[in-house]
């Protein structure tokens, strides 16, 4: 009974002071299609997202100092909320203590990082910091890709292509949008396209999606995948309805708000 006090008085603290820790250990199987939307909203970014298996997380940046904070806006941002407290350093830890992995069967984590400051000088601090990471990271050496337990793609304001033309050793990648397509980019740079869901549909998840746009839907899909690129939509409908939908037409990456949620629907449907 004193231990049981004990335990339910540490754990209040333990969340208090930030420290990270996993409540379960990481699954041998992970979700290939789970992306965690603005991970960082959540109680316990990036240990929620890795405890249920998802695939893809998704931080936002801002450039301050020399640093890189996390957060939605500027007023969210915390001093000590930076991509290396919150996201790098945990990751690195987990790298090391499973002998070279993330998860336990090997799967890379893709971390998603959408930079919502100035594209060049935010990339550069972000390669910086990258650099003290670089043995786990997803890297391009000459053209070839060396595969990490991490990979690294830079959304919102990255810098453009002309950028990494002559870089032959990078361990960053783009996420690439619609008018991308047919433009001759190579996946080993720009790997992922990502669409704003409202650019082209009206279905918020509700009923039955509108057979013309389902059919719509499949064209997108089709064009993507016939780059050998994979897709995600932001904004798309985050409920049972909408990832039903969103899994059967072949969306690679499900982009959601309710971790939980969307890891319970899967085992469900397992």
């Not at 049972?240 to 959601?256: H, S």
């Amino acid at each position: 009974m004193i231990l049981n006090i004990i335990i339910r008085c540490l754990v209040p603290v333990i969340m208090v002071f930030g420290i990270p820790f996993l409540e379960k250990s990481l699954a041998q199987n992970i979700i290939n299609n789970a992306h965690s939307h603005n991970d960082y909203l959540n109680k316990r970014p990036l240990y929620s997202a890795l405890e249920n298996n998802f695939k893809s997380i998704e931080v936002d940046v801002f450039l301050f100092k020399s640093d890189l904070y996390v957060g939605h806006s500027w007023l969210q941002l915390r001093k000590n909320k930076t991509i290396e407290k919150l996201y790098l350093e945990p990751l690195w830890k987990l790298f090391n203590e499973n002998k070279g992995f993330i998860y336990q069967n090997k799967s890379p984590l893709y971390l998603l990082v959408d930079i919502k400051t100035g594209a060049g000088p935010t990339h550069d601090i972000l390669k910086i910091i990258l650099n003290k990471y670089k043995p786990m990271l997803t890297r391009v050496v000459s053209d070839t890709l060396v595969q990490g337990s991490v990979t690294i793609i830079l959304s919102g304001n990255k810098p453009g292509l002309e950028s990494f033309k002559y870089n032959l050793d990078r361990f960053v990648f783009l996420d690439g949008r619609f008018s991308n397509i047919s433009k001759n980019i190579s996946n080993l740079l720009m790997p992922i396209i990502s669409i704003d869901w409202s650019d082209h549909f009206q279905w918020n998840g509700v009923g039955i999606m509108p057979k013309k746009e389902l059919i719509l839907l499949s064209d997108i899909i089709n064009k993507i995948h016939l780059e050998k690129k994979q897709l995600r939509f932001w904004a798309s409908p985050d409920n049972k309805n909408g990832w039903i939908v969103l899994e059967n037409a072949g969306v690679d990456l499900i982009n959601t708000d309710k971790i939980n949620e969307f890891s319970g629907y899967k085992i469900q449907n397992q």
